[in-house]
């Protein structure tokens, strides 16, 4: 068995991974490792414009060599197993990686076994989801292709990275088929599981008056219980409903080794932190961010903007027995509202809202914060928020 060791050791050089790597490099530290065993970076945000054909699958690709960070060693291995009291990891081809500090940061994936018939029905004519990089080009034909009949879009109550953005996709639809003159041949549903659009007073009664223009039907306090794909039928808590098209958004979880570590607590998948100092509580070298760590607040890349400066500044300062910085729990939601104007929802961990920079009113629909998420956002994670300068 190869043994090797590097000062700080990240897992995922997705996002959350990438972006610390390169802010720990700057604050001067010496030897970083990340592991990924994926040679390609998903800019995942993009994926919703990709399923409206606003994007193209290239726009939403580079090849990782050339975003890790200089004077970072990357391993192109997976990790399979965790031993935290040992303080070493085990990759897939059986490398033993000792670390003084371990950041994990693997993403979340679609759990397709929480919903029987999820994974058939996306590989069926009907069904498409954005949360798969592959399967969004197949949205779009899907919405393009249908000119009558009934389009449902599931909107879950459970873990999802940047779960507002399950809306993308419905009202980008619903303007493409208003602008093409077929809406009123085709009946929209959106099955909301919780009991509002999205919790928050102010973006409810926004997103409430889009679905109107629309004339979607907004069945909130739906749970979806399984698919049916062979008769396209979604089982649901409120009965069965046929579908012609069907935009899934999945429950995700966390890789499975970290629960097999014991780094999560009772059932759940996701990594156990402090939500504060995104540190473990037991493992006081381990440190887990993103979308596969248990912050209590929504998962997105803008809660990342937070969560990455806090992780990297702890590292040292957990060394030096130091205080510990504090991330507040911030995440956003962008959400277009029609092909040409967005809200973006910023809020906290309690559903209060948070506007980083005080402009309460991101939150109403505008052309201009479309353009930025589109056009502008794309290029800041590219230029300024991978390469640790953001
Ligand atoms: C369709 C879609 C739309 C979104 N829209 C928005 C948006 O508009 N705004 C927003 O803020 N956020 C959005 N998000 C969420 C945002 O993309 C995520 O929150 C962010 O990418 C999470 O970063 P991460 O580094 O935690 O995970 P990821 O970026 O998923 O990276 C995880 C990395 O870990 C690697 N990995 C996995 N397992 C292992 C292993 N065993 N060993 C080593 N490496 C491993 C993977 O290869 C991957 O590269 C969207 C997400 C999706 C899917």
């Known amino acids: ?26 604050l001067g530290a010496r030897d970083v490792a990340l592991l990924d065993p994926s040679r390609t970076h998903v800019y995942q945000p993009l994926l919703s414009y990709v399923g409206a054909g606003m994007a193209t699958t290239a726009q939403t690709r580079r090849p990782r060599s050339a975003l890790v960070p200089d004077g970072c060693t990357w391993h192109t291995q997976a990790v399979a197993s965790v031993d935290p009291d040992a303080g070493h990891l085990t990759t897939t081809d059986g490398t033993r990686i000792a670390y003084g500090d371990l ?16 994974r058939a029905a996306m590989d069926e004519a009907h069904g498409s989801t954005n949360y798969l990089p592959e399967l969004a080009p197949k949205t779009w034909e899907l919405i393009r292709g ?37 809406l009123d041949r085709i009946e929209v549903v959106a099955l909301v599981e919780s009991p509002t659009m999205f919790g928050i007073p102010q973006i409810d009664r926004r997103l409430e008056r889009a679905a109107q223009r629309y004339g979607v039907q907004v069945r909130t306090g739906t749970s979806v219980r399984a698919i049916r794909a062979e008769d396209q039928t979604l089982e649901t808590t409120a009965g ?31 990594i156990t932190v402090d939500e504060r100092t995104l540190q473990h509580p037991r493992h006081r070298r381990v440190w887990g961010l993103g979308d596969a760590a248990d912050t209590h607040s929504s998962k997105s890349g803008g809660a990342l903007r937070k969560q990455v400066p806090v992780v990297a500044y702890n590292i040292a300062a957990a060394r030096m027995e130091q205080p510990l910085h504090e991330y507040d729990g ?37 052309p201009w914060t479309l353009a ?19």
Not at 156 to 177: N, S, T
Not at 331 to 360: C, K, Y
Request: hydrophobic share 40%; charged share 20%.
């Open 1 to 26: 068995m190869q043994e090797i060791s590097h000062d700080v050791v990240i897992v995922g050089a997705g996002n959350a991974g990438t972006a610390l790597a390169a802010q720990l490099l700057r």
């Open 103 to 118: 950041v994990l940061c693997p993403g979340a994936r679609p759990d397709w076994d929480a919903l029987p018939g999820s």
């Open 146 to 182: 249908l000119r009558s009949g009934t389009a449902v879009f599931t909107v879950p109550d459970r873990p999802v990275p940047c779960g507002g953005v399950a809306y993308k996709p419905l009202f980008l639809a619903c303007d493409h088929w208003r602008r093409t003159g077929v």
């Open 240 to 270: 069965e409903l046929h579908y012609d098209l069907l935009h899934l958004t999945p429950e995700h979880r966390a890789p499975e080794w970290i629960a097999a570590a014991g780094l999560s607590d009772g059932a759940g998948s996701f």
């Open 330 to 366: 911030y995440s956003v939601a962008p959400i277009t509202t029609s092909r040409s104007h967005l809200l973006l929802a910023e809020f906290d961990r309690d559903g209060g809202l948070q506007p980083m920079f005080g402009l309460r009113d991101l939150a109403r629909p505008r």
């Open 372 to 390: 930025f998420d589109r056009y502008l956002q794309p290029q800041l994670y590219w230029h300024g928020i991978l390469p640790g300068r953001l």
